[in-house]
């Protein structure tokens, strides 16, 4: 069992900048791939970021890509998600997750945090 929590969401400006966190416990973090999700009002959840076990590689959809960068440091059970230059567009609940399937589908991740609120104003 892991246990994900998300920080670092708020209100900001069109073309600010915001850190989201994803603090694990329980299980070992490590040894599973984290995915960041998205999903306003109306609309399904969507697949925004994700990097595997041991931080290689990374995904992006291509609405971030340039923008956001996601990374991960194992030795604190803690994954980030930078996103600059944000958009009006963004606002969304975010959603960390971890897991070991397809890192771009959302039936990829067995554990998923309670999300945090991203607000951006134009």
């Known amino acids: 069992q892991v246990q994900l929590v998300e920080s670092g969401g708020g209100l900001v400006q069109a073309g600010g900048s915001l850190r989201l966190s994803c603090a694990a416990s329980?299980?070992?973090?490590?040894?599973?791939?984290m995915g960041w999700f998205r999903q306003a009002p109306g609309k399904e959840r969507e697949f925004v970021a994700a990097?595997?076990?041991?931080?290689?590689?990374?995904y992006y959809a291509d609405s971030v890509k340039g923008r956001f960068t996601i990374s991960r440091d194992n030795a604190k059970n803690t994954g980030y998600l930078q996103m600059n230059s944000l958009k009006p567009e963004d606002t969304a609940v975010h959603y960390c997750?971890?897991?070991?399937?397809?890192?771009?589908?959302?039936?990829?991740?067995?554990?998923w945090g309670q999300g945090t609120q991203v607000t951006v104003s134009s």
């Open positions: 990097i595997t076990w041991s931080g290689g590689i990374t």
């Open positions: 997750a971890a897991g070991g399937g397809n890192l771009l589908a959302t039936k990829g991740y067995n554990y």
């Open positions: 329980g299980r070992t973090f490590s040894i599973y791939a």
